[in-house]
């Protein structure tokens, strides 16, 4: 079990101009594995809103965040640059992962700068912004995703068995 929050940002989401389909499709996959979706919400392509919506639930003690948006190359994507901002350390392996992953589907995968990385004890882990794309990208990270936040709550240092 773990407790996770989930950021959609979207421009048009934020304003109602677009009903988000990302976001239930993550919560979907997370309540699959056990998670517990505490917290939601949709916020504009807006470095503040999104720094504040990842500082603020990552410092009550989340296990997980995944936000979904603003990860390729337009001029409003800067959900990697928000991200990078609030956490304290990178896990490149994971958006590595899933770019090696999503260049078997589609050659626009190379364009993802999706990142993810650790605020505290709190996974964050960026994922694009359509369900499709959400559901490819936890795929990938399914199979690590216990044992990291294992891992960030200090639960378990033994390497699982192979």
Do not use: Y
């Amino acid at each position: 079990m773990f407790t996770a929050a989930i950021l959609t940002i979207s421009d048009k989401g934020a304003s109602g101009q677009r009903v988000d389909r990302s976001g239930p499709a993550i919560q979907e996959v997370l309540l699959s594995l056990g998670g517990s979706i505490t917290r939601s919400d949709i916020v504009p392509d807006e470095p503040a809103a999104i720094q504040d919506r990842l500082r603020r639930w990552a410092d009550e003690g989340l296990d997980l965040i995944i936000t979904t948006g603003g990860t390729g190359v337009g001029p409003r994507d800067i959900t990697p640059e928000a991200t990078l901002a609030v956490v304290d350390r990178l896990v490149p392996g994971i958006a590595e992962a899933m770019r090696a992953e999503g260049l078997k589907v589609t050659p626009h995968a190379m364009l993802s700068r999706a990142v993810a990385g650790v605020r505290g004890r709190c996974l964050i882990i960026n994922l694009p912004g359509s369900p499709k794309a959400v559901r490819e990208g936890l795929a990938v990270v399914r199979p690590a995703l216990q044992h990291a936040i294992e891992l960030l709550r200090g639960e378990f240092t033994e390497h699982p068995p192979a």
